[in-house]
T-cell receptor, first 114, second 112 residues
Framework: DVKVTQSSRYLVKRTGEKVFLECVQD?????MFWYRQDPGLGLRLIYF???????EKGDIPEGYSVSREKKERFSLILESASTNQTSMYLC?????????????FGDGTRLSIL | GDSVTQMEGPVTLSEEAFLTINCTYT??????LFWYVQYPGEGLQLLLK?????DKGSNKGFEATYRKETTSFHLEKGSVQVSDSAVYFC???????????FGKGTTLSVSS
């Protein structure tokens, strides 16, 4: 089975801090994704990456950046955390270029910004 | 652009009741369609999928049929259990190599 591991289940940070959320997958998947999940809004795509050192903006990239130095690891960075970034963050991965393949998700990181 | 619309919840049912969660989509081309489930405190898990028109996906007693003529992919289960309480997301695949497009999710609550 594919395993997508997010480094923290719960995280509490303060406004203005630089925050790193880490995600690792063990199936050599090319594509990796970061979403945030908020009540009533569903999942919204922040960034995705289709290869090492490659990234594409999703629907809500403002206030975030990403890093993919190795194929298995995709990091989400909150440059200067703000309270409106309090949310559940979900990482996912999938194999390249096969639209009938599902995305595999981690268990999520619930981030609170105080 | 492509989009997914699913019925708003919450849906509240008694154990052994019949479940339908509606999902319709707008897409160019021929997307694959998915249902994901999220149990409390967990990430999303794939529940079932269908990759072409008239395909039926099924898993754990849940079923959904890819209806191109009505652009729908409704989720059904004949007899729900308390353990089915979760949030259900309908999704479609975009272009190759891009992210899935999700509906907003439907919360199901089943009581004994």
């Amino acid at each position: 089975d594919v395993k997508v591991t997010q480094s923290s289940r719960y995280l509490v940070k303060r406004t203005g801090e630089k925050v790193f959320l880490e995600c690792v997958q063990d199936m050599d998947h090319e594509n990796m994704f970061w979403y945030r999940q908020d009540p009533g809004l569903g999942l919204r795509l922040i960034y995705f990456s289709y290869d090492v050192k490659m990234k594409e903006k999703g629907d809500i990239p403002e206030g975030y950046s990403v890093s993919r130095e190795k194929k298995e690891r995709f990091s989400l960075i909150l440059e200067s955390a703000s309270t409106n970034q309090t949310s559940m963050y979900l990482c996912a991965s999938t194999i390249e270029d096969l639209t009938d393949q599902p995305q595999h998700f981690g268990d999520g990181t619930r981030l609170s910004i105080l | 652009g492509d989009s997914v619309t699913q019925m708003e919840g919450p849906v509240t049912l008694s154990e052994e009741a019949f479940l339908t969660i509606n999902c319709t989509y707008t897409a160019t081309g021929y997307p694959s369609l998915f249902w994901y489930v999220q149990y409390p405190g967990e990430g999303l898990q794939l529940l079932l999928k269908a990759t072409k028109a008239d395909d039926k996906g099924s898993n754990k007693g849940f079923e959904a049929t890819y209806r191109k003529e009505t652009t729908s992919f409704h989720l059904e289960k004949g007899s729900v259990q308390v353990s089915d309480s979760a949030v259900y997301f309908c999704a479609l695949s975009g272009e190759a190599g891009t992210a899935l497009i999700f509906g907003k999710g439907t919360t199901l609550s089943v009581s004994s």
